[in-house]
């Protein structure tokens, strides 16, 4: 018979749906009606226009590659259901789609640290203010953080035993995840050294399954970058706008955040080099802003080495634009919540190692520092640290479990 489902983790579930309803109805304005380029696309592919957004330039210049494909589909499909840009109906499909993340947090917590940490992690996973708060708006990043937490739970179920179908599953796994936030890639590459290293066994019945993981996981999102290269008629990758992602952590104005000293967008503080883009074509663009960013490494070595490591501090910390965008009381609170929830997976992290945990703890470091060091090399803002949050808040209850023991 199947194992039933424990109660208290019911209640958290139940919790969480009703947290979200109280959040819809309490929250308004802007916060949670806000669209981002998510819903253009959306539009586009249910009038017939394809995968289009608006550039995030000047000129709105069309972009056909402005944004990884899950979550614009999954809105178009929403809308093809129920209404075209119906916000109450994404956030009733998002609210069901998020409680996963709490049985994956409920089973990585109870293998750890027993079924007390268990329910903390469930508990601190579906009440995450920022999960929370994204499971209601029109926005990727809840589910790159549940798809994230669930390919760190796969990764960890995994390293039992060498099995076919549990390597063709988490390569699957890492395929869908590249299609939401290509920075899971480092976190691939970290998770297969460490399945390696816990599945001790000879090289050639390991590196077979390695590879497999990796070839599943390239191959998945192979036709998104075959219908890239085909649409924009050159190879290109996973969207056209890394150029300028790379160009904003990399530039003389640079604050190591998407936003310049002044609170607007990087874009401003570059009058020529606007110039020099408006009404060019998508990659035409691009290609001015790689050029300016790869000079700009170029002649400033030392200054972008050091850029790196302030952005890196910003992903595991924050900067003074953190929060801009949201009331003072959110950004206050979330930072008290980030300060405690660091503390206790600090003191989570040594009691695992304590109690013969160090390769758990070691994934759990790969999944958080991997997309830290990628995004680093872009820019990084408080959102891009959220999707790995749930392995620090699995660390903590580790920590709170133990201490109630």
């Not at 947290?19 to 380029?37: I, N, P």
């Not at 330039?57 to 178009?76: G, H, K, Q």
């Not at 929830?341 to 390769?359: E, I, M």
Request: hydrophobic share 55%.
């Amino acid at each position: 018979m199947p194992k039933a489902v424990d109660p208290g983790l019911i209640g958290i579930l139940v919790t969480a749906l009703l947290a979200r309803w109280a959040v819809a109805q309490l929250a308004g304005g802007d916060l949670l009606s806000r669209t981002w380029e998510y819903e253009v696309i959306a539009e586009n592919l249910l009038t017939g226009n394809g995968f289009a957004g608006d550039g995030i330039f000047l000129d709105n210049t069309t972009y056909r590659a402005l944004t990884l494909p899950v979550y614009p589909v999954f809105c178009a499909a929403v809308y093809w259901l129920v209404g075209h840009s119906s916000l109450v109906a994404i956030q009733l499909v998002q609210t069901v789609a998020v409680l996963p993340a709490g049985w994956f947090a409920y089973s990585l917590g109870s293998e750890l640290g027993g079924r007390r940490a268990g329910l903390l992690a469930a508990l601190g996973v579906t009440l995450h203010p920022a999960l929370l708060l994204f499971s209601l708006r029109r926005h990727a990043l809840w589910f790159d953080a549940v798809m994230f937490l669930f390919i760190l739970w796969a990764t960890f179920r995994a390293r039992r035993s060498v099995h076919l179908s549990q390597s063709v599953a988490l390569g699957l796994l890492f395929g869908i995840g590249l299609l939401s936030r290509t920075t899971i890639a480092a976190f691939m590459l970290l998770a297969c050294a460490w399945l390696v290293w816990q599945w001790r066994t000879p090289r050639r019945t390991s590196l077979p399954h390695v590879a497999l993981i990796i070839g599943i996981g390239l191959l998945v999102p192979a036709p998104w970058l075959v219908r890239n290269a085909v649409v924009l008629e050159r190879p290109m990758g996973f969207i056209s706008t890394s150029s300028y992602n790379l160009w904003v952590g990399n530039n003389p104005a640079t604050t190591g955040g998407a936003m310049a000293p002044d609170g607007t967008s990087m874009y401003t503080t570059a009058p020529a080099l606007a110039a020099a883009t408006r009404g060019l074509g998508e990659l035409e663009q691009q290609d001015i802003f790689w050029d300016a960013a790869v000079a700009y490494i170029a002649e400033n070595p030392g200054r972008t080495v050091l850029n790196f490591a302030k952005k890196l501090r910003i992903f595991l910390f924050w900067s003074e634009q953190t929060g801009a965008w949201y009331p003072a009381w959110f950004r206050n609170a979330y930072l008290a919540f980030y300060l405690l929830l660091l503390g206790c997976a600090t003191v989570g992290t040594y009691r695992l190692v304590q109690s013969g945990n160090l390769p758990a703890v070691v994934l759990c470091g790969c999944f958080v520092l991997s997309v830290g060091l990628v995004q680093s090399i872009f820019f990084v803002e408080g959102r891009h640290r959220w999707e790995m949050e749930s392995a620090l808040v699995i660390l903590a209850a580790c920590a709170l479990a133990s201490s109630r023991r």
